[in-house]
């Protein structure tokens, strides 16, 4: 009967319900000790010239792996510090282990690194402002070569500290890109607001791209408006030739995604920037012979 139906339904969602929470208390507890301990890596993944084929910038990418709960998505652990308050201190080590990363590699080639940023950092924007300056400072690495990404959700909020603070932070020569482009509000008044100098399309849009005609004329839309803004674009989640060759033609100047490298640990990204620069000096060589 119908009342059974309902009976077996509450039971088997109360019973999910308890998994839920004891997976996400467990998961706090984890997350808690992993900070405590040391156990979060930093990943980078590069970001190419979509025309020379080299890198110019490294996303840095958080990875956890719990020794009982096995790999957690930062798409689940990143929520969950941010309403447990974690977020700082996991902010904080992305930052400075990220830069001092960064500076490193400049001996290499003068790459940018990108810095995913929540919105609930933004909260004590001072203390943020004063912590990064002081890293930037402490790291030796150059202003011109932070690049904060942060998603529209930052945007509702567009209190006074925040605008000084990202002002304050232009100035020193830090980009400011927003990220997931195109999943969040689409209220586009705030991209003049708000003085980004990089627009990140999100995968989603570049996934359907090339098989499906309304996400292509979105990404072309979202190019052509880009451009009128001066706003560089890098287009995330590319996956084939195929999608590259159609944000080549479109005029998409930078990308990111599996077709290059996955997101990798830092001694592998060091290899792969060993590469690129020699290879780039390869076909530096040729050009001068011919
Ligand atoms: P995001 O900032 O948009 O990062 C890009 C995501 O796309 C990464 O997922 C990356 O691994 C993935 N990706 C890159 N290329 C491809 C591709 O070709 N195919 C597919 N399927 N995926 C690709 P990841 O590392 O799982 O991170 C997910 C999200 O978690 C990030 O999205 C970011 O919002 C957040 N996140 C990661 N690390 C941090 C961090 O240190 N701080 C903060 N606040 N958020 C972080
Ligand atoms: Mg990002
Ligand atoms: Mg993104
Ligand atoms: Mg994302």
């Known amino acids: 009967s119908v009342k059974d139906m309902g009976r077996n339904g509450f039971n088997f969602y109360d019973e999910q319900m308890n998994l839920d929470v004891q997976r996400s208390f467990a998961l706090n507890v984890r997350l808690h000790q992993a900070v405590q301990q040391g156990e979060l890596e930093i990943y980078y993944q590069p970001i190419l010239d979509l025309v020379s084929r080299k ?3 490294a996303e840095a990418l958080m990875r956890w ?3 009982e709960l096995g790999f957690v998505s930062p798409e689940d652990f990143i929520p969950l510090a941010e309403k447990n308050g974690l977020i700082h201190r996991l902010g904080d080590i992305v930052l400075l282990e990220a830069c001092t990363q960064a500076a490193a590699w400049q001996q290499i080639s003068p790459i940018k690194i990108a810095i995913n940023f929540s919105s609930v950092q933004f909260r004590y924007c001072e203390a ?3 912590r990064i300056v002081d890293v930037l400072v402490q790291t030796g690495l150059p ?3 932070l690049e904060m990404e942060v998603t529209e959700s930052l945007l509702i909020e567009q209190d006074n500290a925040l605008m000084k603070m990202l002002a304050y932070l232009k100035q020193l020569g830090v980009g400011l890109s927003i990220d997931d482009f195109g999943t969040g509000y689409s209220a586009l008044s705030y991209l003049q607001k708000f003085s980004f100098t990089k627009l990140k399309i999100d995968r989603a849009f570049i996934n359907n791209m090339t098989v499906c005609s309304s996400d292509a004329s979105l990404v072309s839309a979202i190019l052509a408006m880009a451009k009128s803004l001066k706003l560089k674009v890098v287009a995330e989640g ?4 195929e999608q590259a060759l159609f944000l080549q033609q479109h005029n998409c100047e930078f990308g990111q995604g599996y077709l290059f490298s996955r997101p990798v640990p830092a001694a592998e990204f060091t290899q792969l920037l060993i590469r690129d620069q020699n290879e780039a000096s390869f076909t530096e060589q040729i050009e001068r012979a011919g």
């Open 65 to 67: 792996t719990d020794s």
């Open 143 to 145: 202003a011109s070569q």
């Open 238 to 241: 590319i996956e084939n030739d």
């Open 128 to 130: 943020l402002q004063e």
């Open 55 to 57: 890198i110019v910038a």
